[in-house]
């Protein structure tokens, strides 16, 4: 499309839309409530329409009245919802006054009531616009909306972001960099699903080294987990995918340094507002929660919903996460739930299970990609308490990413990570 074109388009859409608008208010029928505030007496019959009514009373007071003989005619709109009524006031020499009333519907009492009492009363239809226009009515605006919409999106074609560009429609600079780096190529309008199919082929989904190593060695892209995911599902997966544990009412108390806010300069982050204190954030709908929750349920094969609380701790870099789970043979024993952790972590270097009684500490872990792992057994509750720390910097992020990367070029997960602590 010429300049030309695209100059006299950006006129119309917009004066398309105000005329829609227009008739929109008209077909509604909000014009001929408007009307008929001006209808007059015709055969010496008094037409009560609702907007001529002078006052507004209760219902209750309605029905005061109609006990007492004071109302003469009832005029009933909107399906029985708004009514005019016609009544005769004493303190006013006996004039007739219209009053507005709201009705609880058409009520067979009301109906009833209004029959023995003589009451004259006359039920007005509700104005509605015939069916077809009303459905061509109510499209016909959004779809010009969201076609106006598309035309200003896609007035540029080149990469979004440059100056005087809108986004393209459907897309996003995460998708045109996925893109880039896959060739897999999101068309507009056709074949998106067809392309997400194919992205599911390069690119590997929140996949824990430990846990999907032959996924992550074929995979082109991969996006790994956070590190309240790495620290909480660490511990809690192997109980998954064994049945030992209930599924539901699982609890993750996660604690983290500030470190894990990144580098912004935020407020609860300052030195003076952390120092010295501890406070949950995210306390419902944390952004880690569903990212746990789905590789928990890819683990348990069903669906698991948990309670996950991040803490933020006084100091720069480390998390601790504690996570409760009930379980299903209260026999088992803590020597025995640590054996289920070796087992499962025995040839991953990365992961270091500690006896029973030995809990870990962040400073353990400080600037490795080791995680330590310990577990305890409340005999007295039947609950299940597993607990682990990591760098939330190393092997909850920078550390972790890299360990990916060296499976995916064929090298031991550890080639080139740092797995001895600094400690002191």
Not at 111 to 119: D, P, V
Not at 311 to 338: F, K, N, Q
Not at 372 to 383: A, H, P
Request: aromatic share 6%; hydrophobic share 45%; net charge neutral.
């Amino acid at each position: 499309m010429n300049q030309r074109w695209r100059q006299i388009a950006l006129w119309i859409l917009p004066i398309g839309v105000a005329l829609l608008l227009v008739w929109q208010l008209v077909g509604s029928g909000a014009l001929n409530n408007l009307r008929s505030s001006s209808a007059s007496t015709s055969g010496g019959t008094t037409v009560a329409p609702r907007n001529a009514a002078v006052a507004r009373m209760s219902y209750g007071r309605f029905l005061d009245y109609v006990a007492a003989g004071r109302v003469t005619a009832v005029d009933i709109y909107d399906g029985g919802r708004n009514a005019v009524v016609e009544a005769v006031d004493p303190d006013l020499d006996n004039r007739v006054q219209r009053l507005r009333v709201d009705l609880p519907g058409l009520a067979p009492e009301l109906i009833n009531t209004l029959k023995e009492e003589g009451i004259s009363f006359d039920i007005h239809p509700p104005k509605t616009a015939p069916p077809a226009l009303g459905i061509l009515g109510n499209l016909l605006f959004p779809l010009l909306l969201i076609g106006s919409l598309i035309f200003l999106a896609r007035r540029g074609n080149s990469m979004p972001g440059g100056p005087g560009q809108a986004m393209q429609f459907g897309k996003t600079k995460a998708r045109f960099a996925m893109e880039a780096d896959t060739g897999v190529k999101f068309d507009d309008v056709a074949g998106v699903s067809e392309a997400k199919q194919d992205l599911q082929e390069v690119v590997t989904f929140l996949k824990q080294p430990e846990w999907n190593a032959s996924a992550v060695a074929t995979a082109r892209l991969v996006a790994a987990p956070g590190c309240f995911p790495t620290a909480s599902l660490l511990p809690l997966l192997p109980f998954l995918k064994q049945g030992l544990i209930e599924q539901d009412g699982v609890i993750i108390d996660a604690k983290t340094g500030t470190s894990g806010g990144g580098r912004a300069a935020k407020e609860h982050l300052l030195l003076a507002e952390a120092s010295e204190s501890i406070s949950p954030y995210g306390v419902v709908g944390h952004r880690h929660t569903s990212e746990i929750e789905q590789m928990a349920s890819e683990v348990a094969g069903c669906g698991i919903q948990l309670q996950f609380t991040p803490h933020l701790v006084p100091m720069v870099r480390g998390l601790l996460s504690t996570v409760y789970a009930r379980l299903r043979d209260p026999g088992l024993t803590a020597e025995d739930c640590t054996t289920v952790l070796e087992s499962f972590y025995r040839h991953h270097s990365c992961v270091t299970v500690l006896p029973v009684g030995t809990y870990p500490a962040t400073k353990w872990a400080k600037h490795t990609n080791r995680a330590f792992l310990s577990v305890q057994v409340d005999n007295r509750t039947g609950r299940l308490v597993l607990m682990s720390a990591v760098d939330n910097l190393m092997k909850g992020q920078a550390a972790q990413a890299i360990q990916c990367l060296n499976l995916m070029a064929g090298l031991p997960g550890e080639t080139g990570l740092p797995l001895a602590p600094f400690y002191p």
